[in-house]
């Protein structure tokens, strides 16, 4: 039974990539009034996720020793480490003028980002039912606008609107991957599936905190900034009602 919620979870999240679609019919203004929108309110949602969810319940199962936070740390620090190598990617492919590479690199860094993805979600699963909903909920709310983002960068880099969504749905099936190794792995050491929730929590707040909430943090209007505000709570708010979910 664990394993179904799993493998549904990974897949509805793994769907998310056919977002980019909706490029196809929505007006590039309109589109980039709803990403941010979305990109405020996965803010709050992995916020969320990682503070009312993830580490209370990875506090639950192993105690609120050392080793809990240590892992969250380490967590934070090894997205911080793998995103600034993307950047200096970025950069160097940008000097030679080869952004087409690069878009490759957005396939694979969003491959592994989507196989941790699936083994989280595993992990959440695998303590109870409503942990595994919660996290898939804020993953699932964060890849709306990454993966219209990631659709965008890979039209820039040279593909066809199509090819971008296929290659970009590819890369999201490693959730499932991911899902499939977290549940076959927790046979094999129950405790260090546990672990995966801290370091997911690290991962969330760094996505959330260096990426997503300085793109909205800095607003002229000052109706928009309210209403980003309010979308980053909303995601706060969703992540909290999810915790009364039986």
Wanted: hydrophobic share 55%; proline share 2%.
């Amino acid at each position: 039974m664990v394993l179904v919620q799993i493998l549904l979870a990974t897949f509805i999240i793994s769907i998310i990539a056919l977002v980019g679609i909706f490029t196809f019919v929505l007006k590039k203004d309109w589109l980039n009034k709803i990403i941010l929108v979305l990109v405020a309110l996965s803010s709050g949602a992995l916020l969320g996720g990682a503070f009312l969810h993830l580490l209370p319940e990875a506090i639950e199962e192993v105690g609120a020793g050392l080793d809990v936070f240590l892992t969250l740390l380490l967590g934070f620090c090894l997205f911080f480490v793998l995103e600034q190598f993307l950047h200096w990617h970025h950069q160097h492919n940008t000097q030679n003028q080869t952004t087409k590479p690069f878009s490759y690199l957005i396939l694979i860094s969003d491959g592994f980002h989507n196989f941790i993805d699936g083994l989280v979600i595993a992990a959440s699963f695998l303590v109870n039912a409503p942990a595994g909903i919660a996290t898939t909920m804020a993953v699932g709310l964060h890849e709306i606008p990454q993966e219209l983002g990631d659709f965008g960068v890979l039209i820039h880099g040279g593909m066809s609107k199509k090819k971008a969504l296929f290659f970009n749905y590819i890369s999201a099936l490693t959730a499932i991957v991911g899902g499939i190794v977290g549940y076959f792995a927790s046979a094999i050491t129950e405790i260090s599936i546990v672990y995966l929730l801290p370091f997911a929590a690290g991962h969330f707040i760094y996505i959330s905190a260096a990426d997503l909430i300085p793109e909205i943090k800095h607003r002229e209007n000052l109706g928009k900034s309210i209403v980003h505000f309010i979308a980053f709570l909303a995601g706060i708010v969703i992540m909290l009602l999810a915790r009364f979910i039986d």
